[in-house]
């Protein structure tokens, strides 16, 4: 599959690393190659099959809105521009172009999120939650896209919203923690991320899957068919 990458961060670098290990052809396009959208051009992205972008909040919907307009399938690994989601949502409707979306593409974090819509019936019995999540310092978005989806699958699960603590750390690269108190006992439920891998074989697995698709997914829904 030929795979467009849009940004070349820590986490763009293994994206580019884990699909060329599965077999793909990657062709990377830093900030400088894509003023304007330029990288996503019809003359430039003819051959291109998924576009998967990991670049920065502002950038997301100037690159959806150009990939629909070139009809190219994508995956956002971006966080903090879920504000933008029903407009990005319309335009990938309206293209009939598909795209693959995440507050975060492990499958660690995906499982995480399963077990704490179970661990969220303890709301109904007098415990008291809270969600504490840890980033590097270089995080752009607080609180992260992975906390802000935790307290949605307790909400939905529980109908209670519980509060956030973010921290920006060192070089830490992402722990989320779902607690629940009692006066007779705690319980913690917690992801810890060792690398940004995670992340990237979940971004690649994406867009094998939302290859030749239509409409707008979220990873959290469909990552147990990829």
């Known amino acids: 599959m030929n795979l467009l990458l849009l940004g070349h961060g820590k986490t763009g670098s293994l994206v580019a690393e884990v699909a060329r290990e599965r077999g793909h052809t990657v062709r990377v396009a830093r900030s400088a190659d894509n003023a304007n959208c330029a990288a996503l051009a019809a003359d430039k992205s003819r051959d291109v099959e998924v576009v998967i972008d990991f670049t920065t909040p502002n950038a997301v919907v100037p690159n959806l809105t150009a990939c629909a307009r070139a009809g190219k399938n994508m995956v956002i690994g971006t966080t903090g521009w879920h504000d933008h989601l029903p407009q ?18 492990s499958l660690g974090v ?49 109908r209670r919203e519980l509060e956030i603590t973010s921290f920006r750390e060192g070089d830490v ?54």
């Open 110 to 158: 995906n499982l995480f999120f399963a077990i704490a819509r179970t661990a969220a019936e303890a709301l109904r019995h007098g415990y008291h939650g809270q969600i504490f999540e840890r980033h590097h310092i270089h995080k752009l978005d607080a609180p992260s896209g992975t906390a802000l989806a935790l307290q949605k699958v307790v909400q939905d699960a529980s």
């Open 173 to 226: 690269v992402g722990m989320h923690e779902l607690t629940f108190d009692s006066l007779n006992d705690t319980l913690y439920v917690c992801h810890d991320a060792k690398s940004r891998r995670g992340f990237a074989e979940g971004a690649v697995r994406a867009a094998e899957w939302v290859r030749g698709k239509r409409g707008c997914f979220d990873f959290r829904d469909i990552w147990q068919q990829v």
């Open 88 to 105: 990005v949502r319309q335009a990938v409707e309206n293209s009939g172009t598909g795209l693959v979306y995440a507050a975060n593409f």
